[in-house]
């Protein structure tokens, strides 16, 4: 069974910089791809950002290409969310997933931290 343990979250002023973090332990070996989402009271969780274990292939959505950076450290089992640029609209609270190599799916999840950006 993955656990995903995130730090890193906080308050930070808008223009500013914030590192997320995610280490992932237990069956590691079972896992394709990690990402980090994000949701809002009362929307749907959205995709930020997904890095490929193995290659290093990355992808983001359109609000957060150019601000935000994922990278991986595969020797650490984690994987880093650098968010800069940070504006108000980005204070929401983000988690940190794993993609099943079997599933092809997220299946495993972080708890969650929230991010506040104040203006």
């Known amino acids: 069974q993955v656990q995903l343990v995130e730090s890193g979250g906080g308050v930070v002023q808008a223009g500013g910089s914030l590192r997320r973090s995610c280490a992932a332990s237990?069956?590691?070996?079972?896992?394709?791809?990690m990402g980090w989402f994000r949701q809002a009271p009362g929307k749907e969780r959205e995709f930020v950002a997904r890095?490929?274990?193995?290659?290093?292939?990355?992808n983001y959505a359109d609000p957060v290409n150019v601000r935000f950076t994922i990278s991986r450290d595969n020797a650490k089992n984690t994987v880093y969310l650098q968010m800069n640029s940070l504006k108000p609209e980005d204070t929401v609270v983000y988690y940190c997933?794993?993609?099943?190599?079997?599933?092809?799916?997220?299946?495993?999840w972080g708890q969650g931290t929230h991010v506040t950006v104040s203006s």
């Open positions: 997933a794993a993609r099943s190599l079997v599933t092809g799916t997220y299946v495993y």
């Open positions: 237990g069956g590691t070996c079972s896992m394709y791809a």
């Open positions: 890095i490929n274990l193995s290659d290093g292939i990355t």
